[in-house]
Nanobody, 120 residues
């Protein structure tokens, strides 16, 4: 079994910052890509940022220059530092990871989501 648990969401004023964390636990052999997605009310889930096991990163155009994704491989953790937040960043944020279990089964796993609300 694999579990991803996010934390760090909350309410912040426009222009403020938040740092999201996501810890993967369970029968993990290795983790390749880790990512953050978000889903705003009435909208489809979208990819916000992704980081490979080699720490290459990619971002949605809407967050470039404001958000930074990073990871701590020793702790199976991915972070999302969000600066200069805007009201349009309001959404439920989900982490996801491509995980190889000790059973040699690979899958793309999701966290339960954490709410980020930016007030204008």
């Amino acid at each position: 079994q694999v579990q991803l648990v996010e934390s760090g969401g909350g309410l912040v004023q426009a222009g403020g910052s938040l740092r999201l964390s996501c810890v993967a636990s369970g029968s993990i052999s290795s983790i390749s890509a880790m990512a953050w997605y978000r889903q705003a009310p009435g909208k489809q889930r979208e990819l916000v940022a992704i980081i490979t096991s080699g720490t290459s990163t990619n971002y949605a155009d809407s967050v470039k220059g404001r958000f930074t994704i990073s990871r701590d491989n020793a702790k199976n953790t991915v972070f999302l530092q969000m600066n200069s937040l805007k009201s349009e960043d309001t959404a439920v944020y989900y982490c996801a990871a491509n995980i190889l279990q000790v059973t040699m089964s690979r899958g793309y796993y999701w966290g339960q989501g954490t709410q980020v609300t930016v007030s204008s």
